[in-house]
């Protein structure tokens, strides 16, 4: 198994990980009926994101805290969903990369649902 080492890569990654949380039943109704989200626009966007915490390139100006302060106020988001975010996203990875930046944009994951869960109450 490879490293990611592209913008490809991450792109590869996010519609795999998209593909499984659209149909999750804890959190697939926050992409399908909250924000009822355009996969074709939204991959681009979350791949600027994590090229950023990855390469730091794609130029990812927005505020991710505030987005998700925004899909809070919609529908609550609780710890089950953050728990259920993160395993899906862990084992995405995992199945499909292995490597120093597999490790880092885990870790990454991590730290930021951490945050985002104090900040969007
Ligand atoms: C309970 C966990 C989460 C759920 C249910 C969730 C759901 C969503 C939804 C529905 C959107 C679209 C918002 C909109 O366009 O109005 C969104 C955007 C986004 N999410 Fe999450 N999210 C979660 C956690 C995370 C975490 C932990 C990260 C990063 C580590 C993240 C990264 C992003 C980014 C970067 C965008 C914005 C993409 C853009 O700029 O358009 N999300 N999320």
Do not use: C
């Amino acid at each position: 198994m490879k490293d990611i080492t592209s913008r490809e890569d991450i792109e590869f990654l996010m519609q795999a990980f998209y593909k499984d949380a659209f149909i999750n039943p804890e959190i697939g109704i926050f992409f399908t009926k909250i924000a009822k989200i355009n996969l074709e626009e939204h991959i681009p966007a979350i791949t600027d994101f994590w090229e950023q915490q990855l390469f730091r390139k794609g130029g990812y100006k927005k505020n991710v805290i505030q987005i998700h302060k925004n899909l809070n106020h919609k529908k609550e988001m609780h710890k089950i969903h953050f728990d259920t975010w993160l395993s899906l996203f862990q084992n995405t990875v995992d199945t499909n990369f292995k490597g120093e930046k597999a490790e880092l944009i885990k870790t990454r994951a991590l730290s930021i649902a951490t945050v985002m869960q104090l900040k969007i109450k």
